[in-house]
Nanobody, 127 residues
């Protein structure tokens, strides 16, 4: 049984920082591509960042230079360091795992690649 459990969300003021974590279990973690998505209620789920099993990363344009994705294979944990947060970053953040990806992380259909999802962690940025 694959399990992804996010943590680290919270409320911060604009300009602040948060680090999200996603603990993975139940499968061979290093062989999967891992990603962060976010969703505002009533809107489409948006891809934020991906790290593949070789450690290559990609980001949606709106977070480039502010967010950093990383993973610790020994701990089976994925991270998202979020700096210079803006009110428009407010969303529920989800981590996800995919055996194979076909879409760029910024593609509206990128979520289709991902088989496994966490329950989400809320990030709220106030102005």
């Amino acid at each position: 049984q694959v399990q992804l459990v996010e943590s680290g969300g919270g409320s911060v003021q604009a300009g602040g920082s948060l680090r999200l974590s996603c603990a993975a279990s139940g499968y061979t973690y290093p062989t999967y591509s891992m990603a962060w998505f976010r969703q505002v209620r009533g809107k489409e789920r948006e891809g934020v960042s991906i790290i593949d099993n070789d450690g290559n990363t990609d980001y949606v344009d709106s977070v480039k230079g502010r967010f950093t994705i990383s993973k610790d294979n020994a701990k089976n944990t994925l991270y998202l360091q979020m700096n210079s947060l803006k009110p428009e970053d407010t969303a529920m953040y989800y981590c996800a795992a995919a055996g194979e990806t076909h879409f760029e992380i910024g593609d509206p259909n990128s979520w289709l690649d991902y088989n496994f999802w966490g329950q989400g962690t809320q990030v709220t940025v106030s102005s």
